[in-house]
């Protein structure tokens, strides 16, 4: 898979994310402020991680900082659905098939930023270095 395929599957899935998470903000404020504004947060840093992929294609910064912000999304939901986040959302919650699709997407997201991170790496590593040429 290209460069470029792999930087758009990243820009879609923090977009999806930022999507649906923004939809639940209101579900979320309902249950209790911390989780709605959890929420609210996660949209925003999604959002800028969109424009930041969109509007910097060759920087390496925006790519790392998707990868950690959907591993964090990631390990919060096993975490929610497991054992409950304190403050946030201290009792576990039921898996629910949005929640699902969602992590889905997030995962491959994250897969995608991973690939770009050690291919750039790889391709800096075998890459010859060339004096006065």
Known sequence: ?????RRDVV???CAISAGIHGAL???HLAES???GWAFAASTVILAVLVLGLTRRPAARAPVLL?????????????L?????????????EPVEGLALV???????GLVAAWSLLRGERAVALVTPRTKGI
């Open 25 to 27: 903000v209101p579900e």
């Open 66 to 78: 998707a990868a950690a912000t959907l591993a964090g999304l990631l390990v919060a939901y096993a």
């Open 11 to 13: 820009i879609l899935a």
């Open 1 to 5: 898979m290209s460069v470029s395929v």
């Open 102 to 108: 969602t992590k889905a997407i997030e995962a491959a």
């Open 80 to 92: 929610a659905i497991t054992t409950g986040l304190p403050l946030l959302h201290p009792e576990p």
């Open 33 to 35: 402020a911390a989780a």
